[in-house]
């Protein structure tokens, strides 16, 4: 079965800094990935899926942008921070069946002060 | 309309009791259904997998799926403590670039 590892756990980041979360993933080869952000009280909300290297789509135009140097490496990154950043953010990846089996990450909790 | 609804709850039961879990979708595509259990500031997990329609039962889990009512439903028999959490539902036409999650059911279960 696959792991995701992803950090940090938790993030505390001024408005107007740059953020970068990274996402590897073992036990499976050429998964397809995604990041997802869930706000307090809300549904998972996608923001990018990758179904290989340098492959990126974009759900919801934002603030945030992916990229995926590698086939098990998945970066989120900013620029500048907004408030309206703040959130729970989660990796996941596909089973090696691909019969829509969806494995996430522990998460990471950013805050944007 | 939003594609699959679930109700947030939280829905409070005494420990033991039979959980009822559902959501309801309008996508008729749809064939794939999961459900999705996740503690407070974790990723959620895989719990129940179901294709199509008709039930599936692992341990005090039942998962149950009517594609002709678009409801699919989650029976936790002899509910722990440990059974709190959030339950969220999530649905695919077989698509998988692109599952659609319902909000989560927030499940509380009192000793």
């Known amino acids: 079965s696959q792991t995701i590892h992803q950090w940090p756990a938790t993030l505390v980041q001024p408005v107007g800094s740059p953020l970068s979360l990274e996402c590897t993933v073992e036990?499976?080869?050429?998964?397809?990935l995604y990041w997802y952000r869930q706000a307090a009280g809300r549904g998972l909300q996608l923001l990018f899926y990758s179904v290989g290297i340098g492959q990126i789509s974009s759900e919801v135009p934002q603030n945030l942008s992916a990229s995926r140097p590698q086939d098990r490496q998945f970066i989120l990154s900013s620029k500048k921070l907004l408030l309206s950043d703040s959130g729970f953010y989660l990796c996941?990846?596909?089973?090696?069946?691909?019969?829509?089996?969806?494995?996430f990450g522990s998460g990471t909790q950013l805050s944007v002060l | 309309q939003k594609e699959v609804e679930q109700d947030p709850g939280p829905l409070s039961v005494p420990e033991g009791a039979i959980v009822s879990l559902n959501c309801t979708y309008s996508?008729?595509?749809?064939?794939?259904f999961m459900w999705y259990r996740q503690y407070s500031r974790k990723g959620p997990e895989l719990l129940m997998y179901?294709?199509?329609?008709g039930n599936k039962e692992d341990g005090r889990f039942t998962a149950q799926v009517d594609k002709s009512s678009k409801y699919i439903s989650l029976f936790i028999r002899d509910s722990q403590p440990s059974d709190s959490a959030t339950y969220l539902c999530?649905?695919?036409?077989?698509?998988?670039?692109?599952?659609?999650f319902g909000t989560g059911t927030r499940l509380l279960v009192s000793p």
């Open positions: 036990g499976t080869s050429n998964p397809n």
């Open positions: 996941a990846s596909h089973s090696d069946s691909g019969l829509g089996k969806l494995f």
């Open positions: 999530a649905m695919s036409d077989g698509g998988f670039q692109k599952l659609v």
């Open positions: 179901t294709y199509s329609s």
């Open positions: 996508n008729s595509a749809f064939q794939y």
